[in-house]
């Protein structure tokens, strides 16, 4: 079993920063990768961006793109979403997952196995 916990949300105005963590913990060994979703009042939960645990490659998706980044700290079993120049339209509960072997499509929910209970960032003037 893995257990992720996430940390770090709060209120911040438009343009400004935040940082989020997620501590990993369990079997970490087996690990494949650590994604972010987030999720928005009455929609669907949508894909931030994703790193593999080992090596550290990265893909966003394009609406975070440039904003974000995602770094890990694989001594502390910690993954970070790094947030910038955010917008209103991010306030969303933000969620780490992890999956524990390669996915054909890392955006997909499906293919995560365990998840955080998940962050509010709200951003607003």
């Known amino acids: 079993q893995v257990q992720l916990v996430e940390s770090g949300g709060g209120l911040v105005q438009p343009g400004g920063s935040l940082r989020l963590s997620c501590v990993v913990s369990g079997r970490t060994f087996s690990l494949y990768g650590v994604g972010w979703f987030r999720q928005a009042p009455g929609k669907e939960r949508e894909f931030v961006g994703t790193?593999?645990?080992?090596?550290?490659?990265?893909y966003y998706a394009d609406s975070v793109k440039g904003r974000f980044t995602i770094s890990r700290d694989n001594a502390k079993s910690t993954v970070y979403l790094h947030m910038n120049n955010l917008k209103p339209e991010d306030t969303a509960i933000y969620y780490c997952?992890?999956?524990?072997?390669?996915?054909?499509?890392?955006?997909?929910?499906?293919?995560?196995?365990?998840w955080g209970q998940g962050a509010q960032v709200s951003v607003s003037s």
């Open positions: 997952a992890a999956r524990g072997r390669s996915a054909p499509d890392v955006t997909s929910t499906a293919h995560y196995d365990y």
């Open positions: 790193t593999t645990w080992v090596g550290g490659n990265t």
